[in-house]
Structures are given as structure tokens and as C-alpha cells.
């Protein structure tokens, strides 16, 4: 039962270019979410998050958007550069609870 | 200064084997975590553990065991070895409810 889905598993964008990255949620308890990026052959790092209590959060070129009536946020990355080339993983928490929901990943390139 | 690390990075064995992955974080966190990461690219918790309590155990076969010794450390086990355990496993830590660090991961091979 996954219950945090990105039903990209792949994006290419022009450099500059807007990036935006899409995840949807099925739990209505979830209150906390995340954004991780991951090179290959390292762990997932850290990106952004919002709470449920916003529906934007910004940081520099990453801004994430959260539409909890249509269980939906995304990721939007401004202007994308050649670096951000990763997959994005989408995250999830309950307001009870430790546990993190992942989605499957969007690999994401970004074309010179 | 890395902070969270995991040994070793790959790991090649037989079905049938016993083998551990160590895990341990420098960040101070109270909170430890076990993830699979399998063919299908889906990132599944397995473990986590709060102040030496384990407090999610997410249906995963009892061949495997996390062991933490104190609170920079939480080790995975595994036992009997099956093909269907070939997967990367990350270890990951943070502070209870907040965002987590995440290890470079272990590739795990069962031949």
C-alpha cells in the first residue's frame, strides 16, 4: 500500500528552464512533508519541506507547494542548472508517529 | 567530518550466509532508522530506533535483527540470506518527528 506516489519516475528540462516535480498522497493524517534529492551511489540528502499548516514554502531556487484538498505538492525548482541533475524523492509523516512515507523517486535531468 | 556513515559499501555473499551492516551517526540524534531500498527503486522503512527502543518494525522477516548497542549506533543483522535480499540499505538518523540524515547506503548481493 504506498501511500506517497510520484508517478514520473523521469523529467528532462532546458537549463533555466523551470523544473517542477509532482507527488501525491493518499493519508489525510499526514502533516509533515519532504523533499530529498539522491546522487547515484550516495544516500538521499536533505531539500525542503513544508508543514500543513502552509501551503508554500521557499528556499533560494526551491519552492515547494502543498494543495492538501487535492493531496498534492510539488517541488519547483528555478532557474534549473546542470547540478540538480538527481532523482527527488517525495516524503510523508503522519502527525502521530516517527514514521517517514517515501515515494519511488523522479530522475530528474537537467540539459545543458 | 561524515555523519552518518555505514560499513561496508557493497557487500557480496551466498544465500544461506549470516552478515551485519554497521551504522552509526555523530549528529547527537535520538532517533535511528533502517531502509530497503529495492529493484523498484521504493524506499521502505524497516526499523527505527528511539532511545534504544525499537518503535517501528514494519513486517520485515525476524532473519533480520537491528542491534544498538548505544545511541550513535544501529546495526543491521541478517541471517540466512535469501536472493530476495539483494537490495541497497540505507541507514538514516535525525531528531524524533524532524528530517533525517541519511548514510551513502550498502549494496547488498546475495548470490
Known amino acids: 500500500d504506498q501511500q506517497v506516489k510520484q508517478n514520473s519516475p523521469s523529467l528532462s528540462v532546458q537549463e533555466g528552464r523551470i523544473s517542477i516535480l509532482n507527488c501525491d498522497y493518499t493519508?489525510?493524517?499526514?502533516?509533515?512533508f519532504l523533499w530529498y534529492k539522491k546522487y547515484p551511489a550516495e544516500g538521499p540528502t536533505f531539500l525542503i519541506s513544508i508543514s500543513s499548516i502552509k501551503d508554500k514554502n521557499e528556499d533560494g531556487r526551491f519552492t515547494v507547494f502543498l494543495n492538501k484538498s487535492a493531496k498534492h505538492l510539488s517541488l519547483h525548482i528555478v532557474p534549473s542548472q546542470p547540478g540538480d541533475s538527481a532523482v527527488y524523492f517525495c516524503a510523508a509523516k503522519p502527525q502521530t508517529g516517527n514514521q517517514f512515507y517515501f515515494g519511488t523517486g523522479t530522475s530528474l535531468t537537467v540539459i545543458p | 567530518d561524515t555523519a552518518v556513515s555505514q560499513t561496508p559499501k557493497y557487500l557480496v555473499t551466498q544465500m544461506g550466509n549470516d552478515k551485519s551492516i554497521k551504522c552509526e551517526q555523530n549528529?547527537?540524534?535520538?532517533?535511528m532508522y533502517w531502509y530497503k531500498q529495492d529493484s523498484k527503486k521504493f524506499l521502505k522503512i524497516m526499523f527505527s530506533y528511539n532511545n534504544k527502543e525499537l518503535i517501528i518494525n514494519e513486517t520485515v522477516p525476524n532473519r533480520f535483527s537491528p542491534k544498538s548497542p548505544d545511541k550513535a549506533h544501529l546495526n543491521l543483522h541478517i541471517n540466512s540470506l535469501e536472493l530476495g535480499d539483494s537490495a541497497v540499505y540505507f541507514c538514516a538518523s535525525s531528531q524524533v518527528g524532524q528530517k533525517q540524515y541519511f548514510g551513502p547506503g550498502t549494496r547488498l548481493t546475495v548470490t
Open positions: 549528529l547527537g540524534h535520538d532517533t
Open positions: 493519508n489525510s493524517m499526514f502533516d509533515y
